[in-house]
């Protein structure tokens, strides 16, 4: 059955009609189905007997209906059932009853639909209330999947919800956020299920098959940064060169390692197999190519001949030879049969870093440190053309599977095509922000694939040059990626040690989240915990519900990166302060700015209010602190005495110090009322990023460039502590609200905890992709967000002690009944402090301390993703044995 247009319309009116309705009786509902195996509900509602049967058996069981006389009471209750029997009966006859509306098709309708569903507390207990059919009624199961979906677009809080036995098909839950739900039991088929969040979730004898994932696996094993990937000709087999030197064989299905290849001595930065995939040629940085037999994994034979790294080595695509460039500025060709050197081409001025054969064998590009790309005839071994065009080291060069295109990936983000026949550059691809170091086409020439040091990987459409789809999960430099021989998977592998493997067809679906653009370089919780600011580099300020992650407001006005935000200590005020040499005033309710402070000629970098909310202060690149009366909007007073720009500024819980951190290596603290220096802290031998102090306003805590973080006894003004753990600068620390823990943020991508009275590191959080920009705890403690160079915003569940919730009990004690090794292997998973919210413009699939036992978690391919479940730090149960 297909919806009509009308249909459609109508969809938003049949929900509302459940607005009169007490949701108690949809959870009563399911009970009593439950109980007497219900299997046709509609069915069973309209039938008269049942009718009174469930409204007597509602009375009993509802406890919160209005007190009045009983014959009121039963026919409210029996108005209740008829309402929601009649929105059943209605749904039946409507498209949303057995058609999958996460489809594109329906995308205009569903944006429509949301608005009218968001914040109405009736329909979204309905839409759950169908959900829960599913695991009932086999007949509301795409009806249910539809509500699921609605539910995940309109950012109702999902987590710790009981999903035990649902029945869910034929729908998109990207983004979705599941942390602690309990799938037991559930059924999932041809489901999305990018970026959702299942940090400890319960999956015990679940059946997920059909899965669609834009990350099907991450294989590890290499002790270091992983430099090419290439899939066998039948795409079964997956091999990886490394820093570690070593060559790694996968299994592409299981994600298992099949064999290690050891024979290089230093780096091995390309591996190649032979169109029959019974030969592997690997390059590497001892000068040296050697040929592998794949059945046995011997050694076939080492070819000598460079006298520098050898970047890159191709075969021929009749696989009689093989092509190697190097640093020694030369690019060889070899015969495999004789293992012969066959001729040397020499025409670059630098490094060869990139070779590639044309699809019929006839002419080798290759692409170099000197800037250029160059077409060789294989024949005569002549260079038949130079395509002048990059400005930097070209890092890659692909032909298009007709051969009529070429592409180049080079220094500092640019992707150019190329018109192989006229050598005219055809188009320019924006995306990414630092090196493309890998370009790949997919077998059908209509997807090309770019790897870069920005450790994003970026789809292209060639026809329009538009970007398709990003995929984030590496946590460092993308070095190779490549399409597997059917196209549907792609292969990636990163400094971050890992190879990961991406559903190329769903990864083509952009997630539907809404956030900031670009990098996120501060946020600050309000004094009620309820809201999150977030500025960004894009220039606005954006105001979030920390329950939900709904965006509630965006703040624009701002002309430039916005550095800082703060919150006045009453929450009606939001701070900002910018590269435009700006603060502003914002009122948090209407989202309206109050005021403007101009009138600088410097860069804002850190500003705070002081504890009564009279007094903003700001630290900027003029070396100077300068405090502001909030009220009047006029100067208070101009404190001199850095050298260098002030990065961090912070009051004292008294309001009576101030304390700043410069690019002068120092730490000064300050007299608020007289203005005068009070004491200045040397101990950092770099630039001190950050600076807080501790709630009783006894400790000071500072973040510096040089990797240390410094507690300092106010008073004395003496250093206390040494925190060494980070490997990068310290960009942001913060003590927690009760004085016991401090947070640090770092350029390593890692956020630590540290305990104040031991100095020892209590925990560790990886989940971003780039630097930690800024770190804050909620005024509770509960919480702490951070804020990153890769775009997104993370909220971490930080627990301890009593403060362990039930559903966290529930999760401890079905653990003790099992057996889990993965947690044994890597005991950082039994973290307490997990995500429970993301927010970004690209989702990431999650599963931390996710339980699974027995079950199935299948791909659309056929991939078995258990291995996926446990790269991300699932416990696969085994029960104990008695």
């Known amino acids: 059955m297909y919806c009509t247009f009308q249909e459609k319309e109508a969809l938003a009116d049949i929900f509302t009609q459940v607005k009169d309705v007490d949701e ?11 109980k007497e195996k219900v299997q046709d509900c509609i069915g069973y509602l309209l039938d008269t007997g049942n009718q009174t049967n469930l409204e007597q058996q509602i009375l009993q069981k509802v406890e919160n209906l209005i007190q009045v006389e009983n014959g009121y009471q039963l026919y409210d209750v029996r108005k209740n059932i008829k309402q929601t029997t009649n929105v059943l009966k209605k749904l039946k006859d409507h498209g949303f009853y057995n058609l999958d509306y996460s489809n594109q098709e329906y995308e205009d309708f569903m944006q429509n639909l949301i608005k009218s569903c968001r914040n109405k507390i009736k329909i979204i207990k309905f839409l759950q209330f169908l959900v829960h059919l599913t695991s009932i ?10 509500s699921l979906y609605i539910l995940v677009l309109i950012k109702v809080d999902l987590r710790n919800k ?21 799938f037991s039991g559930s059924e999932f088929k041809n489901v999305n299920i990018s970026g959702i969040n299942l940090n400890r979730a319960i999956l015990m004898n679940c059946k997920w098959i059909n899965l669609r994932i834009h990350e099907l696996n991450k294989l590890n094993a290499h002790s270091d940064d992983v430099q090419s990937v290439c899939f066998s000709p039948d795409g079964n087999t997956l091999v990886s060169g490394s820093n570690d030197k070593s060559i790694r064989i996968w299994d592409v299905q299981t994600g298992q390692q ?13 591996v190649c197999f032979s169109p029959d995939g019974n030969t592997l040629a690997s390059g590497s940085d001892d000068n040296s190519i050697v040929l592998w037999n794949v059945k046995t994994r011997k050694k076939i034979v080492k070819l000598d001949g460079h006298t520098n790294d050898v970047r890159s080595v191709c075969f021929s695509p009749g696989g009689n030879v093989l092509a190697s460039g190097s640093w020694d500025n030369s690019i060889l060709l070899w015969d495999i049969k004789t293992g012969q050197q066959k001729a040397q081409l020499n025409g670059h001025d630098s490094g060869v870093n990139s070779v590639c054969f044309s699809p019929d064998g006839n002419t080798l590009a290759s692409g170099s440190d000197d800037k250029s790309i160059r077409l060789w005839d294989v024949q005569t071994g002549q260079q038949k053309a130079k395509f002048d065009g990059h400005n930097y080291t070209i890092f890659s060069v692909c032909f298009s599977p007709d051969g009529n295109t070429l592409v180049s990936g080079g220094d500092y983000g640019y992707i150019y095509q190329w018109d192989v026949i006229t050598g005219q550059q055809q188009a320019k691809l924006d995306g990414h922000t630092n090196c493309v170091k890998s370009v790949c086409f997919s077998p059908d020439g209509n997807t090309l694939a770019s790897g870069s040091h920005d450790n994003f ?31 549907n998977t792609l292969a990636s592998g990163s400094n971050d040690k890992s190879i990961h493997l991406w559903d190329v067809i769903t990864g083509k679906q952009q997630p539907k989240l809404d956030g900031h653009t670009f990098y996120v370089t501060s946020v600050c919780f309000s004094p009620d915990g309820n809201l999150l600011a977030s500025g960004c580099c894009d220039s606005c300020i954006l105001l979030w519900d920390v329950k939900t992650g709904q965006q509630k407001a965006q703040l624009d006005g701002h002309d430039s990166a916005v550095s800082s935000v703060c919150f006045s200590p009453d929450g009606n005020t939001l701070a900002s302060g910018s590269d435009d040499m700006t603060i502003r005033l914002w009122d948090v309710q209407t989202g309206q700015q109050k005021a403007k402070l101009d009138g600088h000629n410097y860069t804002i970098f850190s500003v705070c209010f002081s504890p009564d909310g009279n007094t903003l202060v700001f630290g900027s690149d003029d070396n100077s602190i300068h405090l502001w009366d909030v009220i009047t909007g006029q100067q208070q007073a101009k404190l001199d005495g850095h050298t260098n720009c002030v990065k961090s500024v912070c009051f004292s819980p008294d309001g009576n110090t101030l304390a700043s951190g410069s690019h002068d290596n120092s730490i000064r603290l300050w007299d608020v009322k007289t203005g005068s220096q009070t004491a200045k802290l040397n101990g950092h031998t770099f630039y001190v990023e950050s600076v807080c102090f501790s709630p009783d306003g006894n400790l000071l805590a500072s973040g510096c460039y ?13 250093q206390t502590a040494k925190l060494n753990g980070h490997n990068r600068c310290i960009q942001s620390v913060c003590f927690s609200p009760d004085g016991n823990t401090l947070v640090s943020g770092s350029h390593d991508k890692s956020i630590r905890l540290w305990d104040v009275k031991t100095g020892s590191q209590k925990g560790k959080l990886d989940g971003h992709f780039n630097r930690i920009m800024s770190v804050c705890f909620s005024p509770d403690g509960n919480t702490l967000a951070s804020s990153s160079f890769d775009y997104s915003i993370h909220l971490w569940d930080i627990q301890k002690g009593n403060e362990i919730s039930f559903a966290d009990e529930n999760y401890k004690n079905i653990l003790l009944q099992f057996i889990g090794p993965l947690f044994q292997e890597n005991p950082l998973s039994l973290s307490n402090s997990i995500t429970i919210l993301r927010i970004s413009q690209t989702a990431l699939f999650q599963a931390q301390g996710a339980l699974i036992l027995n079950g199935h978690f299948v791909s659309y391919q056929g991939y078995n993703l258990r291995s996926l479940f446990k790269s991300k730090g699932s416990c696969i149960l085994e029960q104990k044995r008695i």
């Open 24 to 34: 108690q009786i949809f959870g009563v509902i399911l009970k009593i189905f439950r």
């Open 137 to 146: 009624d086999q007949n509301m199961i795409q009806c249910g999947s539809n």
């Open 162 to 182: 009981n999903f035990q036995n649902i029945r869910i098909q034929n729908t998109s839950l990207v983004g979705a956020n599941f942390a602690r739900c309990n």
């Open 258 to 270: 099949k064999a290690k290849l050891d024979g290089h001595n230093y780096t091995i930065f390309s």
């Open 457 to 487: 990987i970026l789809l292209w459409d060639i026809k329009t040059g538009q970007q398709k789809a990003q995929l984030d999960g590496h946590h460092s430099g993308v070095n190779s990626v490549c399409f597997s021989p059917d196209g």
């Open 706 to 718: 040089d990797c240390s973080i410094l507690l300092w006894d106010v008073k004395t003004g003496q």
